[in-house]
Structure formats: structure tokens, C-alpha cells
């Protein structure tokens, strides 16, 4: 078992930067089963960016190109690097981490989550 924390969360305008970070506390190597999800007020949560069994990396369409997801050297932490931000990236951003079914080389349920870090995007 596994807790995720995240940090890096904060306000910005639009065009700027934030790297929002996750460690995942426990014993348990997580190795590819971890990702970043959201989700803005009133909506779904959405799939962000996450790795794929076979270490890819995917994206959501709408964050290609602008945001970089990455490993760590430490165990069990994540980043999300997210460049030329929108008002529509604002959002509270989840880790999510421990994966129970894989599907195509994509984690369909993440079993530990994390309390999430608020991302507010202003124009």
C-alpha cells in the first residue's frame, strides 16, 4: 500500500509554468502504475498524463505538447511539468498510484490517491 502526496499547486497567468510533484509513502514499488489526474468544478475527472505498462508516456489531447510527465530517481515520485498554462488547466490535480487492471498498456484502475493540489489559471 501506498499514500500519494502531492505539492506544487498555486495560482498563475496564463502562458506561465508550474511542476507539480508527487510522493507516493510506502513500501510498495509502484514502477509505472502512477498518474496525474483533475478536476475542475462541476466536472468529471479527467485523465492528465500518465505512464503506460510499457513505459510510455500519455497524454490527454488537450495537454500534449504542454505538459511533461516524469519519474523520479527516488522511489514512487512523479512529476508533471506544465507549461503555457490556460484558464482552462485550472483544476484541482490528483496522483494517483498502484494499479490493478491494465487494458492496451493503460492503467484502468488506480487504487491510492492523493488529497490533490489546487492549480488556478488565470487570463
Known amino acids: 500500500q501506498v499514500q500519494p502526496v502531492e505539492s506544487g499547486g498555486g495560482s498563475v497567468q496564463a502562458g506561465g509554468s508550474l511542476r507539480l510533484s508527487c510522493e507516493a509513502s510506502g513500501s510498495a514499488d509502484t514502477g509505472n502504475s502512477m498518474g496525474w489526474f483533475r478536476q475542475a468544478p462541476g466536472k468529471a475527472r479527467e485523465a492528465v498524463a500518465s505512464?503506460?505498462?510499457?513505459?510510455?508516456?500519455i497524454y490527454a489531447d488537450s495537454v500534449k505538447g504542454r505538459f511533461t510527465i516524469s519519474k523520479g530517481s527516488a522511489k514512487n515520485t512523479l512529476y508533471l511539468q506544465m507549461n503555457d498554462l490556460r484558464p482552462e488547466d485550472t483544476a484541482m490535480y490528483y496522483c494517483a498510484a498502484g494499479c490493478d487492471h491494465w487494458l492496451a498498456m493503460r492503467c484502468m484502475n488506480y487504487l491510492y490517491w492523493g488529497r490533490g493540489t489546487q492549480v488556478i489559471v488565470s487570463s
Open positions: 505512464f503506460g505498462l510499457d513505459s510510455t508516456r
